[in-house]
């Protein structure tokens, strides 16, 4: 979606310096857009811009980012720090919710199996093939859902620190940074 604030063109907001900008993200591969302009790859930026109002976010791939409205005003000096947090995956979970199911459909034919076995073929020979049903579903479904449980404790592992896809992070304004960073 481009940005309601469009960024002036780069050659001119170098050339007229009436406000400086700085963002920093907490992850060095983030990327800062602002007016909707890719300005960096590199987690960090400092531009002089002409006054006027600015879209600014923060993001990286795969991550939740920070976005914020910036006024900047005639000789202003503002800084910023945005910060992205890596997505929940799901993938472990999907996995297990597989593993759950064919558990419940290998448990099904086991059910069959020794219904069938009992009631239609007690005393026949086919009786020993059913009962070996019983026993294939019930050993396959104890295995998948043993593998499901694994599966939903990794996704909680490996999630842990993960956030859920929501509302972005709020851009904050910090003290402007003591040192000029080399250009």
């Not at 400086?20 to 602002?34: E, F, G």
């Not at 990286?60 to 800084?79: F, I, N």
């Not at 910060?83 to 059910?111: F, M, N, Y």
């Amino acid at each position: 979606m481009p940005s309601p604030y469009p960024l002036p063109s780069l050659a001119l907001a170098s050339a007229i310096p009436d406000a400086l900008i700085d963002v920093a993200a907490n992850d060095p591969a983030a990327r800062i857009l602002i007016g909707g302009e890719l300005v960096s790859d590199e987690g960090h930026v400092r531009l002089h811009l002409p006054p006027n109002l600015y879209g600014v976010t923060v993001a990286r791939e795969g991550h939740l980012g920070s976005t914020g409205t910036v006024l900047l005003k005639p000789g202003d000096r503002k800084a910023f720090s945005g910060q992205v947090r890596p997505l929940k995956s799901h993938d472990w979970s999907v996995l297990g919710i597989a593993l759950t199911l064919v558990a419940v459909g290998a448990e099904a034919a086991a059910i069959a199996g020794h219904v069938l076995a009992d009631r239609s073929f007690e005393h026949t020979d086919s009786f020993n093939n059913f009962s070996q049903i019983e026993r294939y579903g019930q050993i396959t479904a104890g295995t998948c859902a043993s593998l499901a449980l694994i599966s939903y404790v990794i996704d909680g592992i490996i999630n842990r620190h993960r956030v859920a896809l929501d509302r972005s992070y709020r851009l904050e304004a910090v003290a402007w940074p003591r040192e000029e960073p080399a250009q």
